[in-house]
């Protein structure tokens, strides 16, 4: 195992050991990290990994060299096309995926979503966000998927968020998407800097399941704006081996976008 490696190396890292070959993922606007657990696991172990990106769906076993553009709608991803996707194709696909990642500015307890905004005074946004996005549909269909939040503390994990764009476990309970009509699987995992946070099995509220290297549970706990349930045994994250590191470094990530 290396030492020398990024914590976003690491979630990309950690996105890339939870897939399995021949699903159908689905990655995002603007999310460079999936992206780069995807492609990781895609040329390591999952040769059959159907990967859209963007209309496309892409074949890049061959390349040496990947590019990871910052932007999810980068045209350039057709220099790989194996296909297309019309628009009623890509509305359709989240009926039929295996995976997503979904972000937020706020993440809460039972693991709903908002992408929408921060309520201010009288009815306004102190903060507005980018928007659903998508997030709802895919949210309410796919067989699983992962909320990838960009920090960790008590404004962004928070007890109620302000607004819900896609919605995870509810007001909580093992029964709360099914009573809601929502015929997909829900969050599986929730990634963070600090670590990996599942969902107590009866209630559905967050569990904190793991930490990477050198974060001390008690450090997480203390940056969650609600209770953070604690699995019976913390884990550790495994670092990235040299095998991993060396595709993402060399083949997906080359302009290191994950080392800055």
Known sequence: MSSDYTIDEL???FI????????LV?????????????MQAYLLRCPNLKVPMY?????????????LYPLFADGRYRRWAEGYFTFEMQLESARKADVCFIGGIQVDQYGNTNLIGIKGKEGNFKLRGPGSAGTPTTSSYIKRYYILMGSHNPRVFVKRCDYVSAVGWHNGGADARRALGLPGGGPKYVISPFGIMDFEEETKKMRLKAVYPGVDPDQVVRNTGFELIMHEQVEVVSP??????????GRVDPQGILRK
Do not use: C
């Open 11 to 13: 979630m990309a890292t």
């Open 16 to 23: 890339s050991r939870q897939m399995h070959d021949d699903e």
């Open 26 to 38: 689905i990655v995002g606007a603007n999310q460079p990290i999936p992206r780069a657990g995807v």
């Open 55 to 67: 209309f496309y769906m892409t074949d890049m076993a061959r390349e040496k060299q990947l590019q």
């Open 240 to 249: 990235p081996n040299e095998d991993e590191l060396r595709v993402l470094r």
